[in-house]
T-cell receptor, first 114, second 113 residues
Framework: EAQVTQNPRYLITVTGKKLTVTCSQN?????MSWYRQDPGLGLRQIYY???????DKGDVPEGYKVSRKEKRNFPLILESPSPNQTSLYFC?????????????FGDGTRLSIL | AQSVSQHNHHVILSEAASLELGCNYSYGGTVNLFWYVQYPGQHLQLLLK??????LVKGIKGFEAEFIKSKFSFNLRKPSVQWSDTAEYFC???????????FGSGTQLTVLP
């Protein structure tokens, strides 16, 4: 079954404690992306990756890092989480060519930073 | 930069009522347009998409959308809503050679039985 898998689904942690949210897709997609969803703001893109070792900033990259060492994985790293990063996070992937292809979303990760 | 506006934040309808959700984008060139739906507690799913050709696009579950280039709009419609259509709806645009998909802020649709 084609899917995008995120882990963990829920996490409560404290300010400053590094965390990683994993994302894996089994569709051999080239393009992967991270979004955060906040009430009244819709989805905002954090980072995206066109392919292995190719990543770029989205609209709200501050406080986040990503890596793309393998095609299937695209982890999101919060080196020093802060309360304003409390949000619902979605990973997504799509096939090439990137432009215009619909994205497949994971089930989301709800992060609470205390 | 591309941007998307959804002016209706919350829409409440009775079953069998007709639906139209507004979506306007700001970009003067070629665009690819999408509507996604997010049911409670679930991830986003694609409802329909427009790349080119017929400006009236039909999607899943009886939804359709019309691309009106002169109005920079891509409104979502459904002639008769059901209780199961209760969800949040997002319009999204990919403009020109942009490598990003920009989402609107979403419209929460509540259908009363």
């Amino acid at each position: 079954e084609a899917q995008v898998t995120q882990n963990p689904r829920y996490l409560i942690t404290v300010t400053g404690k590094k965390l990683t949210v994993t994302c894996s897709q089994n569709m051999n997609h080239e393009y992967m992306s991270w979004y955060r969803q906040d009430p009244g703001l819709g989805l905002r893109q954090i980072y995206y990756s066109m392919n292995v070792e190719v990543t770029d900033k989205g609209d709200v990259p501050e406080g986040y890092k990503v890596s793309r060492k393998e095609k299937r994985n695209f982890p999101l790293i919060l080196e020093s989480p802060s309360p304003n990063q409390t949000s619902l996070y979605f990973c997504a992937s799509s096939s090439g060519p990137v432009i215009g292809q619909p994205q497949h979303f994971g089930d989301g990760t709800r992060l609470s930073i205390l | 930069a591309q941007s998307v506006s959804q002016h209706n934040h919350h829409v409440i309808l009775s079953e069998a009522a007709s639906l139209e959700l507004g979506c306007n984008y700001s970009y003067g060139g070629t665009v690819n347009l999408f509507w996604y739906v997010q049911y409670p507690g679930q991830h986003l799913q694609l409802l329909l998409k427009y790349f080119s050709g017929d400006p009236l696009v039909k999607g899943i579950k009886g939804f359709e959308a019309e691309f009106i280039k002169s109005k920079f709009s891509f409104n979502l419609r459904k002639p008769s809503v059901q209780w199961s259509d209760t969800a949040e709806y997002f319009c999204a645009v990919n403009a020109g050679s942009a490598r990003q998909l920009t989402f609107g802020s979403g419209t929460q649709l509540t259908v009363l039985p």
